[in-house]
């Protein structure tokens, strides 16, 4: 995924089904400068972590 398309899932208002290795995840956050999103795993908020958002799938 690019940066580009995940600050529009971010800012979406449908429910758009995003993995990380294999995990569906939710996007909370895109840092442009360091290439990374900050997500979590759904059903899950307390564990977030910071990805490479060019490992982000959209399924």
């Known amino acids: 995924m690019d940066i580009k398309r995940a600050k529009q899932i971010i800012s ?3 429910d758009i089904t995003v993995h990380y290795n294999g995990v569906s ?3 909370d956050s ?3 400068q360091g290439n990374v999103a900050t997500v ?3 059903g899950n908020h307390d564990e ?3 990805v490479p958002i ?3 799938e959209e399924v």
Do not use: G, T, Y
Request: with cysteine.
């Open 12 to 14: 979406s208002p449908n």
């Open 40 to 42: 979590h795993m759904r």
């Open 54 to 56: 060019a490992e982000l």
């Open 48 to 50: 977030k972590r910071s």
């Open 30 to 32: 895109c840092d442009e």
């Open 25 to 27: 995840v939710w996007i």
